[in-house]
């Protein structure tokens, strides 16, 4: 995506991720905790959608327990698979 010139707001949750220097991105590391992840998660895809960025790519976190399903709900049900964005 970053080689496509594109904007992109990027959200991983593992610990230790590197980070890629690039003007077009993003990176909102999000908490490894579910109640904290959940309470950041509409705030920060509110702010990459005031940056404007043009695709918005999240980790989904490992379902360590039940406490992550519904974050992972929510995640899954706004998703759009990356294999549908080029059509």
């Keep these: ?3 496509s010139n594109l904007r992109v707001g ?3 949750c ?3 991720v590197e980070t890629i220097e690039s003007p077009r991105l993003l990176l909102r590391r999000m908490p490894t905790d ?3 992840y959940g309470r950041l998660l509409y705030a920060i895809l509110h702010e ?3 940056a404007e960025v043009e695709c918005v790519v999240v980790e989904l976190p490992e379902a360590m327990d039940e406490r992550w ?5 929510r995640l899954r049900r706004g998703a759009v698979p990356l ?3 080029s059509t």
């Excluded at 399903?69 to 709900?73: E, K, L, N, T, Y």
């Design 14 to 16: 593992t610990p230790g």
């Design 34 to 36: 579910p109640s904290a």
């Design 48 to 50: 990459l959608d005031r």
């Design 83 to 85: 294999d549908e964005t």
């Design 69 to 73: 399903h519904a974050v992972r709900d």
């Design 1 to 3: 995506m970053l080689a």
């Design 10 to 12: 990027w959200m991983p």
